[in-house]
DNA sequence: CAAATATAATTGATATATCAATTAAAAATA
DNA sequence: TATTTTTAATTGATATATCAATTATATTTG
């Protein structure tokens, strides 16, 4: 069998932790005490206006049960306000707050910079490709 | 600011959570009790007698910390023994039991077929391209 | 309308990730 | 050789992943 370390797998999974440490590593030494997936979610929750958690998980391509606690941690953390929806008391309706809206502003530069280091030397054409075979592998686990 | 979801990180996270859910779940209706971190640490220790948890952390690109805790519940499913090193007393000796290496064997067919089935359709060619650009954004990561 | 079904979210259990601090032993060096 | 530094591994704290079970509410349907 070939090695676990010949894989493709083990390169993707290289690269994206590769890039999530480094992504985290610039975001605390900047000072920001969010995780990549906080910011993730908190920009998804203030981009649309209304989702539900339900929606979060599959964007954000997470389990609910993390999407849940995700949340509760942004909340308590006043990054995110959580109240009953008018019309479905199953859910709630989420809104960044004011302190998350800063904090994603300021967040941005280094954000940024962190993609485009991580694909410096990289061509539009490249990536193009690189997209291409990683959603052909996402299907073919389907 | 380009949305997370257009970002070809995105579409990384994607396809590796969806090979590893995909994979895990073969693996889980084929009867085995192993997780593929499991998998991976057991077979890296097999083929390298004498690695270190260091040297293993490295190769499964995981933190020691996790390693540690990955080992010691291999070890208390009786899938690897772990001795005191002749040697070196910080060390540990570990080695595959009868039991891990039948599991290992009867896992083969399937972890072969989890890989061939992700990677249908995507020629030798663009694998090679996959894993040349992966390696270049874990470059840039450093 | 009442019962069955579906949906939104939470909770519990277990595994892993990450960082920092700690322990124990080995190696280097003054 | 005694002290310092390095190395190997563990531990604690907190975050996330995953699966299964549960709760509460909405919706469908007989």
Chains 1, 2 share one sequence.
């Not at 090695?3 to 493709?8: D, E, L, Y």
């Not at 859910?91 to 954000?111: D, H, I, N, P």
């Amino acid at each position: 069998m070939e090695r676990p370390a010949q894989t493709i797998f083990y390169s993707l999974e290289k690269a994206i932790k590769s890039y999530r440490q480094f992504a985290q590593r610039n975001l605390a030494d900047n000072g920001f005490s969010v995780t990549i997936d906080q910011g993730l979610i908190l920009s998804l929750i203030q981009d649309n206006p209304g989702i539900t958690q339900q929606q979060i998980a599959v964007r954000a391509f997470k389990d609910h049960a993390s999407v849940t606690r995700i949340i509760e941690n942004l909340v308590s953390r006043d990054f995110l306000k959580r109240d009953f929806h008018r019309d479905d008391r199953r859910r709630f309706e989420l809104s960044v707050t004011a302190s998350g809206t800063e904090t994603l502003l300021q967040m941005e530069k280094t954000v940024v910079g962190n993609r485009t280091k991580a694909l410096e030397g990289i061509s539009a054409y490249e990536i193009e490709t690189l997209k291409n075979l990683l959603e052909r592998i996402t299907q073919n686990c389907k």
